[in-house]
């Protein structure tokens, strides 16, 4: 699976929202769905990735000429490059659990389709 396959279950969500020009329909429930709680989960936590990545950039860029100094921040570095080794693992596990994610950008776009003549039908 490639990396716009990915992109086009997430195009394909916010499409599906958006789709609707005229207003919430009042027959609709507008109850967030479990699939855009668990896309807005893994978004969050890949927010939660740019700090560590800054602090890492931030360690490596240090030109410290004390060899204490420079192991210690190789230590802090190392450590700091697990924690974002876990969480991206974290990430991708939410990602691989998102329901429609195992299939081709081309399913996904034909059940959009489907869903939305299902909405107009509404």
Known sequence: ???????????????????SSTG???????????????AESAAAKAREILPVVHDII?????DNQDMTQ???????TSQKVLELQRRIASIR???HSMPGIERSR???????????L?????
């Open 1 to 19: 699976m490639s990396s716009t396959d990915v992109v086009g279950a997430n195009a394909s969500k916010d499409d599906l929202s958006s789709s």
């Open 24 to 38: 919430p329909d009042p027959k609709v429930k507008s109850e967030p769905s479990l699939d855009t709680s668990k």
């Open 58 to 62: 931030r360690t490596v860029e240090k």
């Open 70 to 76: 420079k192991n210690k921040d190789s230590l802090e």
């Open 93 to 95: 596990e939410d990602v």
């Open 106 to 116: 081309k399913e996904q776009l034909k059940q959009l389709q489907a869903l939305r």
């Open 118 to 122: 299902q909405v107009r039908i509404m």
